[in-house]
Nanobody
Framework: QVQLVESGGGLVQAGGSLRLSCAASGRTFSSYAMGWFRQAPGKEREFVAQ????????HYADSVKGRFTIVRDNAKNTVYLQMNSLKPEDTAVYYC???????????????WGQGTQVTVSS
């Protein structure tokens, strides 16, 4: 198991940007694929983005493709989600996920952080 702590959420106007960070504890961070999920009020948690253990492969939900970028720094045990051109529908609690060997985009697999709130005003 790996412990995850998200940060970087906040309130931003539509069209703005935010960068979320997820810091992981443990010396095996580089062996995990990492992902970001989000849950809006009254909705189920949904997949946003994932990155392979090496950072060489990424995958995005269609709703964020071209606007969000996931990157990782294995030396810092941290994964980031750069969010640009934010829309009100991006408002949600964003969760970091670690799983091996890949992130499972549905269900409840791996380790999860406590979440960070992102609110986009129109």
């Amino acid at each position: 198991q790996v412990q995850l702590v998200e940060s970087g959420g906040g309130l931003v106007q539509a069209g703005g940007s935010l960068r979320l960070s997820c810091a992981a504890s443990g010396r095996t961070f580089s062996s995990y694929a990492m992902g970001w999920f989000r849950q809006a009020p009254g909705k189920e948690r949904e997949f946003v983005a994932q990155i392979s253990w090496s950072g060489g492969s990424t995958h995005y939900a269609d709703s964020v493709k071209g606007r969000f970028t996931i990157v990782r720094d294995n030396a810092k045990n941290t994964v980031y989600l750069q969010m640009n051109s934010l829309k009100p529908e991006d408002t949600a609690v964003y969760y970091c996920n670690a799983n091996s060997p890949v992130v499972i985009t549905t269900g409840n697999f791996g380790s999860w952080g406590q979440g960070t709130q992102v609110t986009v005003s129109s």
